[in-house]
């Protein structure tokens, strides 16, 4: 079993930079794919961005392609999301998700953290 605890949400301006953290529990976190997810208000929970379990290979939402920075430390069991110019219509709660695999998906994730609210004002 793998438990995942997000920080680092907050409330910023449209423009703003935020980082995310994700921290796994255990000693499988080495070996899984780790994905960031986010669900607007009415919205179904959508696809942010995944990192292979060395962090090889990244994998993006078109949308936020070039803004955002997904990465990983595996000695801190720890990881990222760099969000930069922040859009308005990207307030959502983050989560942050591990696939039992090592390979970056856009889906398949097994385990979830409880998510951290981010709001971008206009």
């Known amino acids: 079993q793998v438990q995942l605890v997000e920080s680092g949400g907050g409330l910023v301006q449209a423009g703003d930079s935020l980082r995310l953290s994700c921290v796994a529990s255990g000693r499988t976190f080495s070996s899984s794919a780790m994905g960031w997810f986010r669900q607007a208000p009415g919205k179904e929970r959508e696809f942010v961005a995944s990192?292979?379990?060395?962090?090889?290979?990244?994998y993006y939402e078109d949308s936020v392609k070039g803004r955002f920075t997904i990465s990983r430390d595996n000695a801190k069991n720890t990881v990222y999301l760099q969000m930069n110019s922040l859009k308005s219509d990207e307030t959502a709660v983050y989560y942050c998700?591990?696939?039992?695999?090592?390979?970056?998906?856009?889906?398949?994730?097994?385990?979830w953290g409880q998510g951290t609210q981010v709001t971008v004002s206009s």
């Open positions: 998700a591990a696939r039992t695999g090592g390979v970056a998906s856009k889906r398949g994730y097994d385990y």
């Open positions: 990192i292979n379990w060395s962090g090889t290979t990244k």
